[in-house]
């Protein structure tokens, strides 16, 4: 699995309490341009690939959950399948989103490491963490 990265204004407007990661609602981006993690704030920063031809449109919401135990705060989420009702624009790069902030704040993103492309039909399944079902995005200690 390809390494998260967090974009750097998300650990400050944390601590503001702009997000909410139990009760926000949180969306993915599919891009083919690499996102800059020092700069990246909102998900106009982003160049988002055309969504005409995936499944459910644009920016899939992840169905996610926040939990504490022992002290360290745990994101996880479902994995996401992407399904192609069209051919799909090259993306490589994957990330998640705040879509109840203003102006969509950006959280994280990952590097598949190559180029997808998707025909008709085709899916591409982005599992966050080791499991498919509520798989450990990131924790906060």
Known sequence: MA?????????EQLGKGIHDLSGD???CFLT??????????????ITQIAYTNISGGAAPTITKQYTESGGTGTFAADALV????GAVPTFQ???????TSTGD???????????????????FTITFGADATMGTVF???
Do not use: R
């Not at 390494?3 to 650990?11: C, E, I, M, R």
């Open 82 to 85: 992407v399904t192609a009702t």
């Open 32 to 45: 083919n341009t690499g996102p800059t993690a020092a700069t990246g704030d909102e998900l106009a920063d």
């Open 105 to 123: 704040k950006l959280i994280c993103y990952w590097d598949h490491g190559s180029a997808v492309n998707l025909a008709t039909g085709e899916t």
């Open 25 to 27: 609602t949180i969306k």
């Open 139 to 141: 924790t906060i200690a």
């Open 93 to 99: 790069y994957y990330g998640l989103y705040n879509d």
């Open 3 to 11: 390494s998260l990265v967090f974009f750097q204004d998300f650990k």
